[in-house]
């Protein structure tokens, strides 16, 4: 029985990302499918727009009421994210509060983010502690009202949002799109917010040291729109990874110790010469 088959009695679990002109999910999509197949999850990719009124891509990661209503836990992730050697699906929810991650990077970003939209949701006693990024949320279906109070929220605001992103722009300040419009709304409606370890959204991870120990140790790993190209080169370094990690444990399963064969990464030598090596440990596993 396959595992989708004997799992059935968990939770419906949608782990979607939006992509509406955004190449990048093209490198990142097939790990998610991956994922979401081992988790007994399904993935899916929003890439047009529902907006009632609007077409503010990033809006879209708050349609799922519309589009998808019949799950019973929603994990959002940007498109240009990963999941990690430590992700289980499980432990991004709590109850019926919406789970998130706090975001101290880009503090200048942060500010003039708050400070832009201070007009539409003035700040008053908002926790600068609690900002959170807005690239992995995880909420369960009780909580579809509010993401929809939300949606209604941004699309009836919507010439006052756009006027404000339009300043922003003439001054050539980055500000974001949705970011600190959920972090705002979410604090004048008193949202009760569960905050998940910075492992679960671990950003610049290509800035954060071993690239290896962080993917090994992450639930998931987003790349603030990280080019494409490189993006792509990444995944494929962790495919490689787990290409490396399988064999050395079946080797070490069969000998119970690490062998003459464990192979060791190192600049020296090419992906290419890697591969052969690799090749050569299952033929011999084989025969």
């Given at each position: 029985?396959?595992?989708r088959?004997s799992?059935k009695?968990k939770?419906?679990?949608?782990?979607?990302?939006?992509a509406?002109?955004?190449?990048?999910v093209e490198?990142?999509k097939?790990?998610?499918?991956?994922?979401s197949?081992?988790s007994?999850?399904?993935?899916k990719v929003?890439?047009?727009?529902?907006?009632?009124k609007?077409?503010?891509?990033?809006w879209?990661?708050y349609?799922?009421?519309r589009?998808?209503?019949?799950?019973?836990?929603?994990?959002?992730?940007d498109?240009?994210t990963i999941?990690g050697?430590?992700?289980d699906?499980?432990?991004?929810f709590?109850?019926?509060r919406?789970?998130?991650c706090?975001?101290?990077?880009?503090?200048?970003?942060?500010?003039?983010?708050l400070?832009?939209f201070?007009?539409?949701?003035p700040?008053?006693d908002?926790?600068?502690d609690?900002?959170?990024?807005?690239?992995?949320?995880a909420?369960?279906?009780?909580?579809?009202p509010?993401?929809?109070?939300l949606l209604?929220f941004?699309?009836?605001?919507y010439?006052k949002?756009?006027?404000?992103?339009?300043?922003?722009?003439?001054?050539?300040?980055?500000i974001?799109r949705?970011?600190?419009?959920?972090?705002?709304?979410?604090?004048?409606?008193?949202?009760?917010?569960n905050?998940?370890?910075p492992?679960?959204?671990?950003q610049?991870?290509?800035r954060?040291?071993?690239?290896?120990s962080?993917f090994?140790?992450?639930?998931?790993?987003?790349?603030?729109g990280l080019?494409s190209?490189?993006?792509?080169?990444?995944?494929?370094?962790?495919?490689?990874?787990?290409?490396?990690n399988?064999?050395l444990?079946?080797?070490?399963?069969?000998?119970?110790?690490?062998?003459?064969n464990?192979?060791i990464?190192s600049p020296?030598?090419s992906k290419?010469?890697?591969l052969?090596?690799f090749i050569?440990l299952?033929?011999?596993?084989?025969f």
């Open positions: 029985m396959s595992k088959l799992d009695a939770p419906r679990t949608l782990i979607y990302t939006v509406i002109d955004y190449p990048i490198a990142t097939p790990l998610w499918l991956r994922q197949e081992i007994n999850c399904d993935f929003i890439n047009k727009n529902y907006l009632k609007g077409s503010i891509a990033h879209n990661k349609v799922t009421g589009v998808y209503p019949n799950y019973d836990r929603y994990l959002f992730v498109a240009d999941p050697g430590k992700f699906v499980d432990q991004f709590s109850n019926d919406i789970s998130v706090r975001d101290y990077f880009m503090l200048d970003w942060i500010f003039n983010s400070h832009f201070d007009e539409l949701l700040l008053r908002f926790n600068l609690n900002y959170f990024n807005s690239g992995v949320i909420y369960g279906k009780e909580f579809l509010k993401i929809e109070d209604k941004m699309e009836d605001n010439e949002i756009n006027l404000i992103y339009k300043k922003a722009k003439e001054l050539k300040i980055a974001g949705d970011q600190t419009i959920i972090n705002l709304y979410s604090f004048t409606s008193k949202w009760d917010l905050f998940l370890p492992t679960f959204n671990v610049y991870p290509t954060r040291g071993d690239f290896r962080i090994n140790n992450s639930s998931i790993l987003h790349f603030n080019r190209t490189k993006v792509r080169n990444i995944t494929q370094k962790i495919k490689f990874y787990e290409l490396e399988s064999l444990d079946k080797e070490f399963i069969k000998e119970n110790k690490f062998s003459n464990r192979i990464f020296k030598i290419v010469q890697y052969k090596k050569f299952k033929l011999k596993n084989i």
